[in-house]
């Protein structure tokens, strides 16, 4: 069960460890994965998670009834906690590319697989870069601050070069502003 202080990461974490001994594996991902890479920058209302397989509202709901949570629309919400469950439709993907890979995290006897530090950082800097939502680039910096030595940032050009190329909307002015907001301490 959850705790009523649980914190968010707390609640991932035991959402993540349930589904996993169900044969499911549910990815962290968005802002609650912002959270989890840099809490003092960002705290997020909800988990979400993408499974790596399709899996019915019907198989899902018993699982995660079992550590308190209950079905309200699409969104899972439990009694104890304001936080929510999301699982929002695969696949696991920023922008053009798919991930197929993601770090795996042990808390005692827990589990949590999360989106990696350079995922995140695309993940929420997409946020900025296709709808100009500004959060998005406060959240991808931040992460990237954060997490530095774990954040790959050439990949994370040649991603944005390649999503710049493919989409027209896309504007490389953003990148640049996410690299002189990296820069400033």
Not at 2 to 17: E, H, K, N, Q, R
Not at 113 to 128: A, E, G, K, L, N
Not at 130 to 136: E, R
């Amino acid at each position: 069960m959850i705790a009523p202080d649980a914190s968010l990461i707390d609640m991932a974490f035991a959402a993540s460890t349930v589904l996993e001994r169900a044969g499911l594996t549910a990815v962290l991902c968005g802002g609650s994965a912002a959270t989890y890479y840099a809490p003092d920058a960002y705290m997020s209302a909800d988990a979400d998670f993408v499974l790596r397989f399709d899996v019915s509202r019907r198989e899902l709901s018993p699982i995660l009834a079992q550590i308190g949570f209950r079905e309200s629309g699409r969104i899972y919400v439990h009694d104890a906690v304001t936080w929510t469950l999301d699982f929002p439709a695969g696949p696991l993907s920023v922008g053009r590319d798919l991930i197929t890979s993601w770090e795996t995290v042990q808390r005692g006897d827990q589990v949590l697989h999360v989106v990696s530090p350079t995922d995140c950082v695309r993940y929420r800097f997409m946020h900025y870069f296709a709808w100009n939502d500004y959060s998005g680039l406060v959240q991808a910096v931040a992460v990237a601050k954060t997490q530095r030595k774990f954040v790959d940032l050439n990949l994370f050009r040649t991603w944005a070069a390649d999503e710049i190329a493919h989409n027209s909307t896309y504007d490389e002015r953003r990148v640049k502003r996410f690299f002189r907001e990296l820069k400033r301490s």
